[in-house]
T-cell receptor, first 115, second 114 residues
Framework: EADIYQTPRYLVIGTGKKITLECSQT?????MYWYQQDPGMELHLIHY???????EKGDLSSESTVSRIRTEHFPLTLESARPSHTSQYLC??????????????FGPGTRLTVL | KNQVEQSPQSLIILEGKNCTLQ??????????LRWYKQDTGRGPVSLTI?????NTKSNGRYTATLDADTKQSSLHITASQLSDSASYIC?????????????FGRGTQLTVWP
């Protein structure tokens, strides 16, 4: 079982609310990622980070923002949630190794529903 | 366009039976291929990883094969158990960037009935 945690596990909120999804890992991994996954669909990378103070946007356009002030912590924030943001959000981390050879360890996910 | 296609989309088998899941990819340049297991409401967990030079990798009752020439992989599950019910995701990594970009399939939803 990977030591990567996400809170909350489930969140139901109203449109326009600001939310922060928490992700933390205790493995000392430099690389961290946020994915969005809809039922029956593939994971889409929305943000990633190589280390502290490093953040990049992924392949899927997202209105969310991330920060990486500490190695172990990679929170995702939505300033104004909308129903289109309803989805499962998965956080992952991996070691900084040769390109593509690192294994990503995933958290349990946050199921977000915006009414 | 780099893609990962998995088949079947869903599969139902009886406990104790074997099954094989398929993955075809067009990702290039190829770095490695992984199979992940994702239980409902959970994050994916890595089962196997294979590089270009490897053509088979086992992890308990799971055996993955890779044919880099035809760009095909399969995941064989032996003597299935109820706990094998999950989505199995094929993930291919390229060598075209420092990040080692991952391409995800949509998964095969396996249901094992008693």
């Amino acid at each position: 079982e990977a030591d990567i945690y996400q809170t909350p596990r489930y969140l139901v909120i109203g449109t326009g609310k600001k939310i922060t999804l928490e992700c933390s890992q205790t493995m000392g991994h430099d690389k961290m990622y946020w994915y969005q996954q809809d039922p029956g669909m593939e994971l889409h990378l929305i943000h990633y980070s190589y280390g502290v103070n490093s953040t990049e946007k992924g392949d899927l356009s997202s209105e969310s923002t991330v920060s990486r002030i500490r190695t172990e912590h990679f929170p995702l924030t939505l300033e104004s949630a909308r129903p289109s943001h309803t989805s499962q959000y998965l956080c992952a981390s991996s070691e900084l190794r040769d390109r593509g050879t690192d294994t990503q360890y995933f958290g349990p996910g946050t199921r977000l529903t915006v009414l | 366009k780099n893609q990962v296609e998995q088949s079947p989309q869903s599969l139902i088998i009886l406990e104790g039976k074997n099954c094989t899941l398929q993955c075809n990819y067009t990702v290039s340049p190829f770095s490695n291929l992984r199979w992940y297991k994702q239980d409902t409401g959970r994050g994916p967990v890595s089962l196997t990883i294979m590089t270009f030079s490897e053509n088979t990798k086992s992890n308990g009752r799971y055996t993955a094969t890779l044919d880099a020439d035809t760009k095909q992989s399969s995941l064989h599950i032996t003597a299935s158990q109820l706990s094998d019910s999950a989505s199995y995701i094929c993930v291919v990594s390229d060598r075209g960037s420092t990040l080692g970009r991952l391409y995800f399939g949509r998964g095969t939803q396996l249901t094992v009935w008693p």
